[in-house]
């Protein structure tokens, strides 16, 4: 599976903000890759707000449904669609 990138993160800049499960609290977290800061929603990760201060433990990756399911649609589609635009360049360069 793949994970769900949402961009980069605020805080070191280098790292990709990943959409990740917290199974035991059953809500979804958006985690930087590289330094590892947490939030609990995509518009304060990509906003730079401030990180979650109890930090989720033994996180798994997330699925589009499991996105769905959080009523954070509005992403997905955002994310399909830049896919779709990526997808549309690679086709056109291949010509
Ligand atoms: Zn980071």
Redesign the pocket.
């Known amino acids: 599976m793949s994970l769900i990138s949402i961009g980069e993160?605020?805080?070191?800049?280098?790292?990709e903000?990943i959409v990740v499960k917290d199974p035991a609290r059953e809500m979804l977290l958006v985690i930087?890759?590289?330094?590892?800061?947490q939030w609990d929603s995509p518009e304060n990760a990509v906003k730079g707000g401030p990180p979650l201060m109890d930090e989720a433990e033994s996180l798994q990756d997330a699925s589009y449904g499991d996105l769905e399911n959080a009523g954070w649609s509005d992403l997905v589609e955002h994310l399909q669609h830049e896919e779709q635009a990526k997808r549309s360049i690679f086709q056109s360069g291949d010509r």
Do not use: N
């Open positions: 993160c605020p805080v070191c800049r280098q790292g903000l930087c890759d590289d330094c590892e800061s």
